[in-house]
């Protein structure tokens, strides 16, 4: 489906059948989320203790995506175009287990130009449909989906010492188009977090990173 009207194209990647998706994507806005679980200590004599890190939660991801197909010729039934999201919303026999018999869809990649990427899993999804043919084929359609984070960033096997990178910590390989608050972001939930980042790979300029260029993840709490 060719870039229209300013619109940049965006790919659903099925990540074990190869199968995408494409659409037609200028979002008005589009929403992360991410939640860490904190337990409260008791608090014995003490107005209160400091709570207690648990644990991390998958970053979420949500959106609206476009499909149009008014103007093309032939089948123009717009659903030709999303049964693929749907497929990524069913068990998948590839995965099967062979011994419990269980399986699970499939992981995806949705991908915006070469902006950035993200790996999950489809969490929900919903279509309506708002343009039709006089015979009633859908021919526009807006999706609502809901990503999870299925795979966490930057994370690499240990590197070599001589590589630069100090053994046991995560490297982050930059893809073209990412900015050091956006990395930040995808590593540490917190894009004010870039400081940090930067001054853990003694960056001069953080804002001129090059697509290649390996950042060392060093952890917010050592």
Not at 16 to 37: D, H, I, S
Not at 142 to 160: C, K
Not at 207 to 221: A, E, F, H, K, T
Request: proline share 7%; hydrophobic share 30%.
């Amino acid at each position: 489906m060719p870039a229209n009207n300013g619109l940049q194209e965006a790919v659903i990647k099925n990540l074990l059948t190869g199968e995408e998706v494409r659409c037609l994507f200028r979002p008005k806005e589009y929403t992360f989320a991410k939640q860490n679980t904190w337990t409260p200590n008791k608090a014995i004599g003490k107005t209160m203790q400091p709570p207690k890190y648990t644990g991390g939660q998958p970053m979420t991801l949500q959106m609206e995506l476009l499909f149009d197909t008014y103007e093309e010729r032939g089948n123009r039934d717009v659903r030709k175009r999303t049964d693929g999201l749907w497929k990524m919303m069913k068990v998948a026999d590839q995965k099967k287990d062979p011994q419990t018999k269980k399986s699970e869809p499939p992981h995806v990649e949705f991908r915006w130009g070469r902006t950035w990427t993200f790996k999950a899993v489809i969490t929900s999804l919903q279509q309506k449909f708002t343009l039709f043919d006089p015979d009633g084929t859908p021919v526009r359609s807006t999706v609502t989906i809901s990503f999870m984070q299925a795979e966490e960033q930057g994370q690499y096997p240990g590197q070599n010492p001589t590589s630069g990178a100090r053994e046991g910590y995560a490297v982050h390989v930059v893809k073209e188009g990412e900015t050091i608050d956006w990395i930040a972001f995808t590593v540490y939930g917190t894009s004010t977090a870039w400081r940090h980042l930067a001054a853990g790979n003694n960056l001069d300029d953080p804002s001129r990173l090059q697509p290649g260029q390996r950042l060392l993840i060093v952890p917010l709490q050592s």
